[in-house]
C-alpha cells in the first residue's frame, strides 16, 4: 500500500475490465500512494490517492447513447465504437468497508467541493497534502471522493493549478456558425472572445469576410455591424493566447460585442457527460485495486457543475449502456434553472452561460425547468427535467436541488418551482428535494472592495447548510430517512413574487437600493434542428418571449423571506440582498452582477440611525449588547439543528463567525463606507 509515485506509476497499463458494451474499456492506474501524509481522519482511518487515466468507448448505435449530439459523425474503432479518455482522481480511506463513493463534477477544470464543504481547503486541482483537505469535513464523512474530466474548453490554469485532461472525440468535417459575446470593464484594444475562464473554437480562416462584429448597449437591442477593415483575429503566438481579437479604436466599456463566423470539427461535448456516467457505472460495479464496489454512490456539482448533473439527467445520460442508474442521488448547488440546455450540443462551449448582461443568446436555460410535469404555454409543450432519467425497472435517483437569493435574480431560479408563467408553484416529485438559501449569493463571498460593483458583498455563508444535506442526502439515499421537507419561497405563502412587489416592499431611503429587474431569459428559436438534434441553424437565434420569473420577496429589514433563513437573516446584523449592480463606470450600471450578493450593516445606535434617516432599528435597538447577541445566535442556531440544517458540530464555527462581524461592525470608524471590515483576516 505504502508505494511510491515511481513505484506505482509502473502499474499503467494494467488491464482491469474489456467488455463489449461497459463504457469503460479499461482503467489504468499511474499513481497511488498515502494522503495527507497518513493523517487519520476520526473513525474513517488513514486516506489514499489513486490518480488513473479511463479509457472510454461508446456505442452510437445504442439506445442509451442517442441523446449524444453528433456521436455518430466521430471516428470508430473496430467494433464501431468511438473512443476518448480522461484522467481522473481517487481519495478513498484505506481500510474502511465499502461506503458511499461522491463523484465533483468538475468546474470549469477545477476541484471545487473540497473548497466549500471542507472549510478553509485551498484552490489545488491535485489534492495531496494534509493542507489540501482545510478541516477534513468529507474524509471524517468516510466519503470516497472521485474527480474526473468531462469538458474540452478549459483554458491553462495557473502553475499547480494543472485541470484534469480530457480528449474527447472529435466530429470530423462537421462546419458550422459559432458567436462569441464579449465585454470589457475598460478600453482595450485586443481582448479574448472566449467563455469565462474558458477556450472557444478558432474560425476556419482568419480572413474570412463573412465574419461579423456587432455591438449594442443591450441584450434585446439592435446589433449594429462593425466594418470588417476594422478589426482582426490575432494569431495565437501573437495575442498570448487563443481567442483574441484586435479592434480598430478599441473595444469600450458599455458595448456588448458579438462575434460569429465559421469553424470546424466540434468536439462531440455530450460524451463528456456520458464518461461521467460511464466512470461512475464502473465504479459501482467493479472491485478497485483491492477493494470492494461501493455501497452506493452519489454525484455533486457547484454552478456549472450542478448544470451538467440536470443535463445528464436531462437527456437520460444518468442510465449506462445497460439501462442501469449510474448514481443513487445527486446534489444540484446553485444551478438556477439551467440543465436542460447546454453541454451537448454541436459547437457546445460550456464555459458559457446567460446572466443580465450577456450570453442571453447562448442554449443555456430552456424549458424544461422544474423535475414536475410543466406546460409552456407558448410552445405548448408537456415535459418534466426527469422524463428520460429512469432506469429499466423505472426508478430515479435522489436529488437535492439548493439555490441563493442570487439565482432568483440572475438565474432564474424560480422557475424550478413555479409554472413557467410565473403564476403558480409547484411541489416537485417524492425523490428531489428544493431549497432556497435566502440572503446568500452565488458563493461565499470573500471580496472587501466594491469593485467592479456598487455595494458590498454578502456576508452569508450557506457552506455549513450544505454540509448538513450533503449528510442527509446520503442517509436518504442509503437508509430511506426522509431529508428535510421543501423550503423555498413560494407564491401561495407571499414570500415570492415580482420584482415590482419587490421593490415596493424593499426599505425606502437607504444607499442599498433594487435594481429595476432580474434576469428574465427569453425563449430562444435556434432554427428546426436544434430540440432534436442540437445543431443551431440560426446564429444568432431569434428571440421570443420572456418566460416568467419570481424573487424572493423582502421583510422589513430587506431581507428576504421564505426558504431556508440562514443565521445571518434569522439573527441580522444587516440587510443581505441576492442581487449587486454594476459601478457605473463599467458602462452597465443597469446590470446586477453574475454571481455577488450585497450587504448593507444595521446603524450601531439609533442616534447613527437617526442621522444616516435609515428606516432599519438599529443594532443597539435589537440587541441589549453582544451577550445578548450570542444568546440569540445560539438559539437560532439551535433551531437549524433541529429543522436538519445545522450540523450541530458546526454550532461553534457558525456562531463565532457572526460574532467576529458584530465585533467588526462595533470598531468602525464613524462614516466608514469601505467592505474592509467584512471578513476576518
Not at 468529507?138 to 495557473?158: E, H, I, K, N, Y
Amino acid at each position: 500500500m505504502n508505494r511510491s509515485t515511481r513505484t506505482s506509476a509502473l502499474l499503467a497499463g494494467i488491464l482491469l475490465t474489456s467488455l463489449a458494451r461497459a463504457g469503460v474499456d479499461r482503467v489504468e492506474v499511474l499513481e497511488r500512494r498515502p494522503f495527507a501524509e497518513g493523517q487519520a481522519f476520526g473513525a474513517a482511518g488513514t486516506y489514499e490517492k489513486i490518480r488513473g487515466l479511463a479509457h472510454f468507448s461508446l456505442d452510437p448505435k445504442a439506445a442509451a447513447n442517442a441523446a449524444i449530439v453528433d456521436l455518430a459523425k466521430a471516428p470508430r474503432d473496430a467494433r464501431g465504437r468511438v473512443l476518448f479518455t480522461s484522467e481522473f482522481v481517487l481519495l478513498r480511506p484505506v481500510s474502511a468497508a465499502p461506503g458511499t463513493l461522491l463523484y465533483d463534477v468538475n468546474n470549469r477544470g477545477g476541484i471545487a467541493i473540497l473548497g466549500q464543504l471542507n472549510g478553509k481547503s485551498p484552490a489545488n486541482n491535485d489534492p495531496t497534502t494534509a493542507a489540501d483537505t482545510g478541516d477534513g469535513f468529507l474524509m471524517r464523512q468516510g466519503f470516497s471522493l472521485l474527480f474526473s474530466a468531462w469538458t474540452w474548453d478549459v483554458a491553462p490554469q495557473a502553475q499547480g493549478m494543472r485541470p484534469l485532461v480530457f480528449k474527447p472525440p472529435v466530429a470530423q468535417g462537421v462546419r458550422g456558425r459559432v458567436a462569441n459575446e464579449i465585454i470589457v470593464d475598460a478600453p482595450t484594444e485586443i481582448t479574448s472572445y472566449a467563455g469565462m475562464r474558458g477556450l472557444t473554437y478558432e474560425p476556419v480562416r482568419a480572413d474570412d469576410p463573412r465574419a461579423v462584429l456587432t455591438e449594442r448597449e443591450r441584450p434585446e437591442a439592435p446589433r449594429r455591424l462593425i466594418a470588417r477593415s476594422r478589426w482582426q483575429f490575432q494569431p495565437a503566438a501573437e495575442a498570448g493566447g487563443p481567442g483574441r481579437i484586435r479592434l480598430q479604436g478599441g473595444f469600450q466599456p458599455g458595448r456588448l460585442y458579438e462575434l460569429s463566423y465559421e469553424a470546424r470539427d466540434p468536439y462531440v461535448a455530450g460524451a463528456g457527460l456520458a464518461g461521467i456516467r460511464d466512470l461512475l457505472s464502473w465504479f459501482r460495479t467493479h472491485e478497485f485495486e483491492g477493494t470492494a464496489a461501493p455501497r452506493q454512490v452519489m454525484i455533486f456539482g457547484i454552478s456549472q457543475s450542478a448544470r451538467v448533473i440536470g443535463r445528464m439527467l436531462h437527456d437520460g445520460l444518468n442510465v449506462d449502456e445497460q439501462g442501469r442508474l449510474a448514481f443513487d442521488a445527486a446534489f444540484l448547488q446553485v444551478p438556477g434553472a439551467g440543465g436542460s440546455a447546454g453541454f451537448n450540443s454541436r459547437f457546445a462551449q460550456p464555459t458559457r452561460h446567460p446572466s443580465m448582461l450577456q450570453e442571453q443568446d447562448y442554449p443555456a436555460d430552456d424549458f424544461p425547468f422544474s423535475a414536475a410535469t410543466t406546460r409552456d404555454p407558448v410552445s405548448g409543450r408537456r415535459a418534466s427535467t426527469l422524463d428520460r432519467a429512469r432506469d429499466a425497472a423505472g426508478r430515479l435517483p435522489k436529488l437535492m436541488l439548493l439555490n441563493t437569493s442570487t439565482e432568483y435574480w440572475n438565474r432564474g431560479a424560480s422557475l424550478v418551482g413555479t409554472t413557467p408563467d410565473g403564476k403558480q408553484d409547484l411541489d416537485p416529485p417524492d425523490n428531489v428535494r428544493l431549497y432556497g438559501l435566502m440572503g446568500a449569493q452565488h458563493y461565499v463571498g470573500r471580496s472587501r472592495t466594491r469593485t467592479p460593483f456598487t455595494h458590498c458583498v454578502s456576508t452569508t455563508d450557506h457552506y455549513l447548510p450544505m454540509r448538513a444535506l450533503l449528510v442527509a442526502l446520503r442517509r436518504w439515499s442509503d437508509e430511506g430517512t426522509p431529508p428535510p421537507a421543501n423550503a423555498v419561497p413560494r407564491l401561495d405563502q407571499a414570500s415570492l413574487g415580482t420584482v415590482a412587489a419587490y421593490r415596493a416592499a424593499f426599505p425606502a431611503g437607504l444607499v442599498l437600493q433594487p435594481p429595476e429587474s432580474n434576469l428574465r431569459e427569453p425563449r430562444l428559436d435556434h432554427g428546426p434542428r436544434f430540440e432534436r438534434q442540437g445543431i443551431a441553424d440560426r446564429v444568432p437565434p431569434r428571440r421570443g418571449a420572456a418566460f416568467e420569473t419570481r424573487v424572493p420577496l423582502p421583510d422589513a429589514d430587506g431581507n428576504d423571506m421564505g426558504g431556508v433563513r440562514l443565521l445571518e437573516l434569522t439573527v441580522p446584523l444587516g440587510t443581505h440582498t441576492g442581487w449587486n449592480q454594476r459601478s457605473p463606470e463599467t458602462g452597465f450600471g443597469w446590470a446586477t452582477s453574475r454571481f455577488d450578493g450585497s450587504f448593507l450593516p444595521f446603524a450601531r445606535n439609533e442616534e447613527e440611525r437617526a442621522a444616516a434617516k435609515d428606516p432599519r432599528p438599529s443594532l443597539a435597538a435589537r440587541y441589549a449588547g453582544r451577550e445578548d447577541f450570542e444568546r440569540q445566535l445560539r438559539n437560532a442556531a439551535t433551531r437549524q439543528i433541529a429543522a436538519g440544517f445545522l450540523l450541530e458540530k458546526d454550532l461553534e464555527r457558525a456562531v463565532g463567525r457572526n460574532l467576529g462581524l458584530y465585533d467588526r461592525l462595533q470598531g468602525l470608524t464613524p462614516g466608514d463606507a469601505s467592505c474592509r471590515y467584512l471578513f476576518a483576516d
